[in-house]
């Protein structure tokens, strides 16, 4: 075998590898309601650890080891949310509907948008996810959607 042959299968090795390893911080666009007040506020694009931790304490109200569950919106987009959100009454946060417009369920509490990769690992969302996003999970109330401000994220 040439040194060069060698050289390139070693090369897209590496490069194999480098691929393979999971992204640590990734963009996320965050849905939050707030727990006490079941105000709804606007989707916004946030940078987020890339974790099972992070992921259930953002749609666990920051209490650790919530149940998480992964919905499909599209076949590169997915919805985390908690599994018990309705048992636990957390607040309505946005209807969850099909490309006609029809109700398929009701989501509660945070919910956190990504995509996914092959792999099945979560990835950033892109610009041009969010119109996708915003079509299949409708506010409760759109009318009445606030900006997020972070000095209310403990309440």
């Given at each position: ?29 965050l ?22 931790e992070?992921?259930?304490?953002y ?23 908690n ?37 099945g ?35």
């Amino acid at each position: 075998m040439s040194l060069r042959k060698m050289l390139m299968i070693l090369e897209s090795m590496v490069l194999a590898r480098r691929m393979k390893v999971k992204q640590k911080k990734i963009q996320a666009y965050l849905l939050r309601v707030n727990k006490l007040s079941g105000v709804v506020y606007k989707g916004y694009l946030a940078e987020v650890d890339n974790s099972l931790e992070a992921e259930q304490a953002y749609v666990n109200y920051d209490e650790p080891n919530g149940l998480i569950t992964v919905v499909s919106i599209t076949d590169e987009i997915d919805v985390i949310c908690n599994d018990e959100g309705k048992l636990r009454n957390f607040p309505m946060n946005r209807f969850f509907v099909d490309d006609d417009g029809g109700v398929w369920d009701l989501l509660v509490g945070n919910a956190m948008c990504v995509r996914h990769n092959k792999d099945g690992e979560f990835t950033s969302i892109l610009p041009e996810d969010i119109p996708v996003i915003e079509k299949h999970l409708v506010p409760i109330n759109p009318q009445g959607l606030i900006d997020y401000d972070e000095s209310e994220e403990r309440l």
